[in-house]
């Protein structure tokens, strides 16, 4: 029987989706499970280093809470989204891709991305890791 494994294709560049995204490579990773993240569009800018190094954003739907949020993960101490991606990497087997297509349209190179990335890959290359296993889209 295969192992368990979870992928995520990350679309969004929004910490309120961004957060799922660790949250749940976190606890997939812990709970012994593969983990492949397939960042693209806007996914793809929050894993740049310029995207890594400017203030997080919150979606329109939700900018009212954003001010909340914030408070809110800096009373409880919680990491950010890309501390729990990082950190899921140290505990398991997390690799994180960046989209190959969408680096060239935003006109991206590798050293443009931040230090966790593994891989730039193609799309063919992130369903074979994908298949078999759960695959979300966020």
């Known amino acids: 029987m295969a192992g368990k494994k979870l ?8 910490v309120d989706k961004l957060m799922p995204v ?10 012994g499970y593969e983990v492949n993240l397939f960042f693209t ?12 190094s400017s203030q997080p954003q ?4 939700y900018e009212q809470m954003g001010p909340m949020m914030m408070k809110r993960m800096q009373e409880m101490k919680f990491p950010m ?8 990497k140290d505990v398991g087997e ?7 297509t969408t680096m060239e349209f935003f006109g991206m190179k590798k050293e443009d991305l931040a ?6 890959v193609g799309v063919a290359t992130f ?12």
């Open 7 to 14: 992928s995520i294709i990350v679309f969004s560049g929004t």
């Open 94 to 100: 997390v690799k994180v891709f960046a989209c190959s």
């Open 81 to 88: 989204w890309h501390q729990l991606v990082k950190e899921a």
């Open 22 to 31: 660790g949250i749940l490579a976190s606890g997939a990773a812990a709970s």
């Open 41 to 52: 569009f806007w996914g793809l800018n929050a894993i740049s280093k310029r995207g890594m």
């Open 127 to 138: 369903l074979d890791r994908a298949e078999g296993g759960i695959t979300l889209f966020i």
């Open 58 to 61: 919150i979606d329109k739907n």
């Open 115 to 120: 230090d966790f990335v593994d891989e730039v």
